[in-house]
């Protein structure tokens, strides 16, 4: 089996093994353990993936860890492959899934940057210089961690059953290892964000060119940048984040030379034996100081008419990005304007699902419906035109991070709420970004105020000593 830890540097075009079908399955059983203790033994080893899902409903209850890929993709600007149909031949064949296993038993995870949508939409984006458009991995063996059990299962797949028990007790032997020290300290002296009145003029344009019919919504972000302190790491970011709060959508994953930590709330797209679900997220207050301030908060959010057509429209956007791959009448949105309450703010979501048309696959809806359209607008093309107009390259920020199972499951995470890091040799550089969507009525200031509550629990995990 490749061993794709010691690679330094993204190879434009790496090796990659053939993909046989992973017939077979191994789950082995152990008692359990913190996900996030687990993972730091692993932290600083490239490839290593964990995914520490927070919240009371069934996506906090699985959460895992992935190291030592057998074979990886990497889609460079530039290159001339389709990243959807090169991500589909690393995934291989389907194969069959444990009955009594979890959602994830082993598959590809990858990380698409936003730019990638310029594979989709050709826009002459320009990049970040350090972040492929996409890079993905093939795990064969995965920890999952059952929240609802109290238990960790240890998954190894293969194309035989000696190989796929083999790799099981491969990842179980991944408990072992003494977790490292929690770091206290500050993480970073400091961030640097972008102008606050240049984000309020750019509010202002995207108003400006809705009420000249150019669009009708863009979602704008500004940046905060940093560099962490000697001595700490971006694990010691992620390890606080998920003890203060652990969203839905929690991961951290180290590359060769980057690494990324998102507390992510939102969904992008899921599929379930061929069932898709979206949950987009529109619609922001702040959690109050007070019991009574924040019901008073949410109450409002869930009023707002505003807030509730800025929702809207991203619901029919996503209506249309799923019906191009569902079948047809299969496409609906069962709940609409669903207040859900995190660390910093109240959120709107509403959810939208489909069944997938014969012949199509999950690959086929991330190509439909990627970049997710909670973090551009509508129309969605114009909007991203705004957006690379008003912002440098995105890189990460507003991508997605994925799993794509060998039976054929299917889940992405909005990559908002998230740190992208760079090593560089005085350290690790740091940038996050948050956005706000920007309507006909917005006003500038309180979309300003909007990002600075969004980037709050990122910023006091950073620039704070932990407890």
Known sequence: MGEATAESDFPSSPPEAKASVMLWAAQLRAEWREPAEVLSAFADEPWTLGLVSGGQDDRGRWSYLARAPDAILTVAPGDPRDPFGALSDLLGPPAPALADGPPFQGGVVGLACYELADRVE???????????????????????????????????????????????????????????????????????????????????????????????????????????????????????????????????????????????????????????????????????????????????????????????????????????????????????????SFANVHHLVSTVVGRLAAGKGAVDLLASAFPPGSITGAPKVQAMKTIAALETPRGPYCGSLFWAGFDGSFDSSVLIRTAAFVEEPGGWSLEARAGAGIVADSDPHAERLETEAKIAALARALEEPSR
């Not at 063996?141 to 083999?166: K, N, S």
């Open 122 to 340: 050709a826009l002459g984006l320009r990049r970040q210089a350090s972040w492929p458009d996409m890079v993905a991995a093939r795990y064969l063996a995965v920890l999952a961690f059952d929240r609802q059990e109290r238990q960790v299962l240890a998954i190894g797949r293969g194309a035989r059953p000696d190989e796929a028990d083999a790799r099981a007790r491969a990842a179980l032997a991944w408990l072992e290892p003494a977790p490292r020290a929690v770091y206290r300290g500050k993480l970073t002296d400091g961030l640097l964000n972008s102008d606050g009145e240049a984000y309020e003029a750019a509010v202002a344009d995207v108003v400006a060119r809705i009420h000249a019919g150019e669009i009708f919504q863009a979602n704008i972000a500004r940046s905060w940048t940093g560099r962490l302190l000697a001595g700490s790491t971006p694990f010691d970011l992620f390890a606080r984040l998920i003890d203060q709060s652990a969203a839905p959508f929690a991961a951290y994953l180290r590359l060769p030379g980057l690494a990324l930590v998102s507390n992510s709330p939102e969904r992008f797209v899921r599929v379930r034996e061929k069932m898709v679900e979206t949950r987009p997220i529109k619609g922001t207050r702040p959690r109050g100081r007070t019991s009574e301030q924040d019901g008073l908060l949410a109450d409002e959010l869930l009023a707002s008419e505003k807030d509730r057509a800025e929702n809207l429209m991203i619901v029919d956007l996503m209506r249309n990005d799923l019906a191009r791959v569902c079948a047809p009448g299969s496409v609906r949105a069962p709940e609409l304007f669903a207040v859900e």
